[in-house]
């Protein structure tokens, strides 16, 4: 029976952005991520007669849309020996494409919706591998609270887990909605074009270090400790982008104006941290105490924005 799952999307704390295996989304890196509870993907997948069809939004999908489904469903079918012509239903609950993190949710949820609908038995770290396929960070959101994904150096070994499920931590994610409009650059080939900075090797260097110190940060409850490496580990990732060759960024002028209002709060005694994904859009770490006023200063500096609070979320869910 074809039931909808739901998963929730992530945002990395310690990102992914480099492939060592394009086809299995084998990562060079190791990656941390919070799950989130506002932003989500529900979907469901059924046999059909028909030819096979994606629906986003209650939309029906062109095939250029849909292409990327079901490359990837036809792997999941020739892996578990399935030949259907297929109907995917999905909503997602987050902007589509705009460095929200969409595909992390759209996968994990593709994933568990196939597997449920052939009554495929897997656990969750087997699940985890087979999201990672469908978009690498989709491995992440398998798992509620804060999850890691191991890089592994194969299909059977690099997966996520849940580094800590249900935190007791103070963080709060504010997601600023700078502009949602689908990017010119999708993650796959942003983080390709990477891989040409001369920033790249000491990127992947310092990976293991700042993993591990984010686990230490979270073990310790430390919130200035998780946000400073945080945000250091984003613009990390941007310094490449920026010095890739040739040079990109995601970042637009309301980015920069957005990081400076962060400065300036922190500045202020307002501690709070940001970091940004493969889109303009800000994602600003803060303690719920601060969270009114941050959505204040930057709801009037940017002509009422629309602000989403997130908290953390949980993992795959499969309702009725
Ligand atoms: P994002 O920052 O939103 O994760 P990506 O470039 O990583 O952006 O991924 C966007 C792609 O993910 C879309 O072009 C689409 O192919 C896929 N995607 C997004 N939402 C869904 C969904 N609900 N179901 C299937 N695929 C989706
Ligand atoms: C910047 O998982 O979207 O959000 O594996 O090619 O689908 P593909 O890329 P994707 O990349 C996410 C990049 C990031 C950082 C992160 O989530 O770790
Ligand atoms: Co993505």
């Known amino acids: 029976m074809s039931k909808i799952v739901r998963a ?78 297929l109907i995917v239903k999905s909503v997602n609950h987050v902007p589509t494409s705009a460095g929200l993190a969409s595909s992390s949710s759209a996968f994990a949820a593709l994933a568990a919706a196939f597997c449920q609908y052939y009554n495929i038995q897997v656990d969750k770290k087997e699940l985890s591998r087979l999201a990672r396929i469908g978009s690498g960070s989709a491995c992440r959101s398998i798992f509620g609270g804060f999850s890691v994904w191991q890089k592994g150096d194969s299909d059977a070994s690099s997966y996520a887990y849940a580094l800590d499920e249900h935190p007791q931590m103070d963080l709060h994610l504010l997601a600023v909605e700078l502009n949602t409009n689908q990017k010119k650059i999708s993650s796959t080939s942003g983080m390709k074009e990477a891989q040409s900075s001369p920033f790249f090797n000491p990127w992947l260097e310092r990976n293991e270090t700042e993993l591990n110190q984010m686990i230490a940060a979270i073990k310790n409850d430390d919130f200035t400790a998780l946000g400073e490496l945080a945000e250091l580990n984003a613009n990390e990732m941007h310094a490449i982008n920026l010095t890739a060759q040739p040079e990109f960024t995601y970042f637009e002028p309301n980015t920069i104006r957005a990081i400076k209002l962060v400065e300036d709060l922190r500045k202020e005694g307002i501690e709070c941290y940001y970091t940004i994904d493969a889109g ?10 601060n969270s009114k006023e941050i959505i204040e200063r930057f709801k009037s500096v940017f002509n009422n924005v629309n602000i989403v609070i997130a908290n953390f979320g949980p993992g795959i869910t499969y309702l009725d």
């Not at 941390?32 to 989500?40: K, R």
């Not at 979907?43 to 990837?72: H, I, M, P």
């Not at 303009?280 to 105490?289: D, E, F, Q, S, Y």
Request: hydrophobic content about 35%; proline content about 2%; aromatic content about 12%.
């Open 8 to 85: 929730h999307t992530n945002i990395a704390l310690i990102k992914y952005w480099g492939k060592a295996n394009a086809e299995l989304r084998l990562p060079l890196m190791s990656s941390l991520s919070m799950t989130l509870d506002a932003f989500y993907t529900d979907t469901s997948v059924e046999k059909t007669n028909d030819e096979n069809a994606f629906y986003l939004n209650g939309q029906k999908q062109d095939s250029k849309q849909s292409q990327r489904v079901f490359s990837y469903l036809t792997k999941l079918q020739n892996k578990f020996g399935y030949h259907d012509n």
């Open 280 to 289: 303009p859009n800000i994602k600003i770490l803060c303690r719920l105490k």
